[in-house]
């Protein structure tokens, strides 16, 4: 099971990217699914979550400006981001929380995407 993760670039300070990140593999069931961010000499930080059920979680930085939504049938995560501030910049991770089915028994993992940059400048 991986996370690919696209969308990352460089915009100007107000504007917008979108996020994709899909999961492949054999999967049985996804959880959670979110994105986290890390910035040149920062820790890795929580920016959205969503639950199976539609339940979302946002760092207070980013409420009111990104958008995290998915589509359970194509297993993908998506993050609209707009109103993009140079503070934003850093390398964006997608995670999931997926179950796989291993000789009759469910195996669950966090399962990391390769992360995507996105990068914030005029």
């Known amino acids: 099971v991986q996370l690919q993760a696209s969308g990352g670039g460089l915009v100007q300070p107000g504007g917008s990217l979108r996020l994709s990140c899909a999961a492949s593999g054999t999967i049985f069931s996804i959880n959670t699914m979110g994105w986290y961010r890390q910035a040149p000499g920062k820790q890795r930080e929580l920016v959205a979550t969503?639950?199976?059920?539609?339940?979302?979680n946002y760092a207070d930085s980013v409420k009111g400006r990104f958008t995290i939504s998915r589509d359970n049938a194509k297993n993908t995560v998506y993050l609209q981001m707009n109103s993009l501030k140079p503070e934003d910049t850093a390398v964006y991770y997608c995670?999931?929380?997926?179950?796989?089915?291993?000789?009759?028994?469910?195996?669950?993992?966090?399962?990391w995407g390769q992360g995507t940059q996105v990068t914030v400048s005029s």
């Open positions: 969503m639950t199976s059920g539609g339940s979302t």
């Open positions: 995670n999931g929380d997926i179950s796989t089915v291993v000789a009759d028994q469910i195996h669950e993992y966090d399962v």
